[in-house]
């Protein structure tokens, strides 16, 4: 029993109790459960928004991205930024459909806005294939912190189900609700331990974050730009338009719009959240720290950097907030997945399945279907192998193939029929799943193309047949269409 | 107005794509294609406060406590 390890475990002990107080005694039907009963204020749209958007990934992820890709990895920063600017448009008129219409998850959305059943019940099946590996990577991230901070202490196997347990818990008994106190604290802490990180670890090692820019500069010359083969300009912009398309699609992202009591707050935060995503600037100048400080981290290796980093530098008690603050940014975005996993499940899935479930058995089967997931992500993460990486960019480039369908129905006159976008969900899906697995790029597509060419994102290739194959077959199908009934800009 | 002033920081990640993508010369330390994409937070930011007071869709009080 080490100091670091008491305080991890103090720390998933107090998530516990905070997410089972969350439920202050309401009564949980599925509105409260997965959208809070849309009563939440600008303070809890906002962290539940920025929760999801700092996960594990941007923890280890982004220093890790730094450490190993250099310049590169800005496009995080940006495309989150661009995302949330996008967000003032976007959400606004997502949230009035879904009050107006008392929707839960994403799959009703496009249910509603397209007249047709079956597209949402494409859409939750899409939703619930991407969810998975996310889950699973959240967990995954969450062994490697408890595992690596508590100096072995805990073994990965043991974080991984400790941590799907105590995230059940609490997501059974209070639902979003307790997601939503959790992130409050989770986003204080991460805010402390990374600007922290990343202002004392340049100091510390180099005397500045200037002395530390110029050392990397002089060792590693051209590191902190692009560079003109792999992650060249023409990856930077493609990536960066790929993932602020996707961002919201999420179906957890998506579900976390309803919470909002009005739709007011998105466009105060469509203010705030671009100076927030600073916070990731922290962790990418860990990142960088470590480049010269602990090097030969390669492959999937470099995602250990900013743990690797503090055990060199700090003692364990403080190892131990840091590994704290890693399991929080776990189990939140965690446990928002689950909720929206289970309640796709319950409400689009099962319910289509069995029609003549009642709105109470639904929440039921929700809070059931929760453990469950938990329990099918824990098997994967502890048996699953590195493939999970290759899972995780299918889930973002699946997850973005319902962005076509989602902005033509917001158009004062949707162009768009149910045929096409159905069509276009399942080619975009389709050959995701193809270039997926047979690992195609651009490069071996084309393998006379210039680097300039051959750094365009594969994301656009499936998004590109999507969209043709959206407006073919819309305009074969064209029948008047029932469409958003307020005007979206 | 709007989708004019939203269109400069997009203009700004290209921008910063091609003709900032240099590490010198340093900014305040930072490398040049570091300082420029944190300007470009910064702008916006900014931008999207400017956006927020001109649109009259956030005129009317909506008394909530920010």
Not at chain 1, 259 to 288: C, Q, W
Not at chain 1, 358 to 382: C, D, H, Q, W, Y
Not at chain 2, 11 to 39: D, E, H, K, Q, Y
Request: proline content about 5%; charged content about 10%; aromatic content about 12%.
């Amino acid at each position: 029993m080490n100091s670091a390890m008491i305080i991890i475990c103090l720390a998933l002990v107090g998530a516990i109790v905070v997410g089972l107080l969350a439920s202050h005694g309401r009564k949980m039907n599925l509105e409260q459960w997965s959208v809070g009963g849309r009563t939440f204020g600008t303070v809890f749209v906002f962290v539940l928004m920025a929760g999801e958007i700092y996960t594990t990934f941007t923890f280890l992820g982004a220093s890790g991205f730094a450490y190993g890709k250099g310049g590169a990895v800005l496009y995080i920063m940006t495309y989150t930024c661009l995302a949330f600017v996008s967000s003032y448009w976007l959400l606004p008129p997502i949230w009035r459909y879904a009050k107006q219409h008392n929707l839960i998850t994403q799959p009703d959305f496009f249910a509603r806005v397209y007249d047709s059943p079956a597209v949402g019940f494409i859409v939750a099946i899409v939703g619930l294939v991407a969810l998975i590996p996310y889950l699973i990577l959240q967990f995954k991230g969450l062994g490697i912190i408890v595992e690596i901070a508590s100096y072995g202490a805990i073994s990965t196997q043991t974080a991984v189900i400790i941590g799907a347990v105590a995230m059940s818990i609490y997501v059974v008994v209070s639902g979003v609700h307790g997601s939503a106190w959790n992130a409050t604290i989770k986003d204080c802490t991460i805010l402390l331990v990374c600007a922290f990180l990343g202002l004392y670890l340049p100091y510390h090692y180099y005397g500045s974050v200037g002395e530390m820019f110029a050392s990397i500069e002089k060792a590693k010359s051209g590191f902190l730009a692009l560079p003109q083969v792999g992650e060249n300009p023409t990856w930077y912009c493609t990536t960066i338009a790929i993932s602020a398309l996707g961002l919201y699609m999420w179906p957890h992202t998506f579900a976390s719009i309803y919470t909002s009591k009005s739709e007011s707050i998105f466009r105060k935060n469509a203010v705030v959240m671009p100076l927030y995503s600073l916070v990731m600037l922290f962790s990418m100048l860990v990142g960088f720290t470590a480049v010269l400080k602990v090097p030969g981290l390669t492959g999937g290796q470099i995602d250990l950097a900013l743990l690797r980093l503090s055990i060199a530098t700090f003692d364990p008690w403080f190892v131990g907030v840091i590994g704290a603050a890693g399991v929080l940014t776990a189990l939140v975005p965690g446990s928002m997945m689950l909720i929206a996993a289970s309640t796709l499940f319950a409400n689009n899935i099962y319910r289509k399945v069995m029609p003549e479930t009642e709105g109470r058995s639904v929440s039921r089967i929700a809070k059931l279907a929760a453990p469950l997931i938990a329990m099918v992500a824990v098997f994967f993460t502890i048996n699953g192998g590195n493939s999970i990486v290759a899972l995780l960019i299918m889930g973002y480039s699946i997850v973005t193939q319902l962005f076509p369908p989602l902005v033509a129905s917001l158009l004062p006159n949707n162009p768009v029929t149910k045929q096409g976008a159905m069509a276009g969900i399942l080619v975009g899906v389709a050959t995701v799943a193809v270039v997926v697995t047979t690992k195609t790029s651009i490069a071996t597509l084309f393998p006379g193309a210039s680097p300039l060419v051959a750094g365009i994102n594969t994301g656009f290739i499936a998004l590109t047949l999507n969209v043709a194959t959206m407006i073919v077959v819309s305009v074969f199908s064209r029948v008047p269409q029932p469409r958003l009934a307020s005007s979206a800009e | 107005m709007k989708y004019f002033l939203v269109s400069l920081p997009i203009l700004g990640v290209f921008l910063g794509a091609t003709v900032f993508n240099r590490v010198t010369p340093f900014i305040f330390g930072m490398p040049l294609f570091f300082a420029w994409t944190l300007f470009n937070v910064l702008l916006m930011s900014a931008i999207m406060l400017a956006i927020y007071k001109i649109d009259p869709a956030n005129a009317k009080p909506t008394g909530e406590p920010r």
